[in-house]
């Protein structure tokens, strides 16, 4: 890019924001980038992503596997992904001096396992390449001048809510790229709306289950793997860890789930009822069987003291007294063995273990990955540049786009890969 006056703004200190505004000047290091920040911070999602460790992508790094992690853009991002992708979000932070790993669970995490090695590292780099951040920036108004350029019009100091007529400030740029992130609130997108995006209705994803007045809820802390959670009434289900809270159920298991059913779960007001699969098998009779190896092998043993699929003692007591296969006609807890059940006690097991139920009465935010799906449309967005089809030279990347994840790092990976390809220069 020859032309020295080239400008660009970005329009929200986050992720996409950053990440957008190194590429450009890195890329084309005679264009002036200006990055606008409504509030007084900057990257703060990214600060308390991941616990404060900040989960920033994924080990998986086929585009047709890494898609399936977006119940809303996975198709569209899949395209991007040959492009760029989990493996050089990795190279890059790598090469920036911030080495990284790979959990178990194909979380990737710096090794330092604290954010600010990320968000340091982007501040760092911005002051490197001269790219001026203007934070307490509200951005009130976007409109066209000659020669396609962008006139913006802001507040500055907007936590004074009194702005006037004169405080309203104009410039002036050949690019402008929105990266404001999700927005809770339908009327935080109307602007976008008015330029003429369509705008998907946003709403909560990745939230805790609370599931109020049930005894399970005594349970609290107890963590059960590879346990399987389906919608009743739906095809819809997730599979993973599970953690008992005191206000019900949370995990990754439960966090996936909320994903793949924010719409519907929103529009039944958040009363539902969620089936629990303990075992992670999907095949009833696989575990009748397997409970009948058990019996047929320790007759005489006690039914606690063997405990089926790895389940914790406190789950496994749990859910024989919730299906009355330990208690006597009192209601009081008596000892069984595996030979006194007989196969009517078996078929409860295998019920209680396959199809436990729960009544889901409204839902918990998870603050470290607070999430919504929705945002602008996609079909207004031409996806190969991530230009606006309605709005020319304005651009868009990152959750401010109808793009969502699961949990594992991939929200923060639509971000780098959207802003990477909305900072690429014509």
């Given amino acids: 890019m020859k032309n020295s006056q080239f400008r660009v703004a970005i329009i929200g200190a986050g992720a996409a924001g950053f990440f957008a505004a190194i590429a450009i000047k890195e890329n084309y290091p005679q264009s002036q980038v200006i990055i606008f920040e ?84 982007l501040q760092k780099e911005c002051r490197r390449l001269a790219i001026s951040i203007k934070t307490e920036c509200d951005v009130k108004k976007l409109s066209h001048i000659e020669d396609n350029k962008i006139e913006l019009s802001y507040h500055q100091n907007s936590r004074t809510n009194q702005p006037t007529t004169e405080a309203i400030k104009t410039e002036q740029f050949h690019k402008v790229i929105v990266t404001t992130g999700g927005s809770p609130k339908r009327r935080g997108l109307d602007w976008l709306e008015k330029l003429g995006h369509k705008i998907i209705e946003p709403v909560p994803s990745l939230f805790t289950f609370n599931i109020p007045k049930d005894p399970i809820r005594d349970l609290m802390g107890v963590v059960v793997h ?122 409860q097991i295998a019920e209680v273990l396959t199809n436990d139920q729960y009544n889901v009465k409204g839902k918990a935010s998870f603050k470290e990955e607070f999430v919504t799906c929705g945002g602008v449309c996609l079909k207004s967005i031409n996806m190969a540049t991530m230009q606006s089809k309605v709005f020319p030279n304005l651009y868009f990347a990152g959750e401010v786009l109808d793009i969502d994840a699961i949990t594992g790092g991939f929200n923060l990976q639509a971000a780098w890969t959207t802003a990477h390809i909305a900072a690429k220069l014509k």
């Fill in 226 to 347: 590879n346990v399987i959670l389906s919608l009743q009434g739906t095809k819809l289900k997730s599979q993973g860890t599970v953690l008992i809270t005191h206000w019900g159920m949370s995990g990754p298991a439960v966090l996936k789930l909320s994903s793949y059913a924010a719409r519907l779960l929103n529009e039944k007001q958040y009363d539902f009822t969620i089936q629990v699969n303990w075992t992670g098998q999907q095949n009833n009779q696989v575990v009748i069987n397997y409970l009948k190896e058990i019996a047929k092998n320790n007759p005489s043993k006690q039914l606690l003291s063997i405990k089926p699929y790895n389940l914790t003692q406190r789950v496994w007591e749990f859910l024989l007294v919730k299906q009355g296969i330990t208690l006597n006609k009192a209601g009081d807890e008596i000892e069984r063995r595996w030979a006194q059940i007989g196969k009517k006690g078996l078929n």
């Fill in 38 to 121: 409504k509030t007084n911070r900057v990257l703060s999602k990214v600060a308390v992503s991941g616990g404060g460790r900040c989960n920033l992508t994924n080990g998986c790094s086929d585009p047709q596997e890494l898609s399936k992690a977006y119940p809303r853009g996975g198709k569209e991002l899949k395209r991007l992904f040959y492009q760029f992708n989990t493996t050089d979000t990795i190279e890059w932070f790598e090469k920036k001096g911030v080495p990284l790993v790979t959990q178990q669970d194909n979380c990737v995490f710096p090794s330092s396992q604290d954010s600010r090695s990320i968000t340091d590292l």
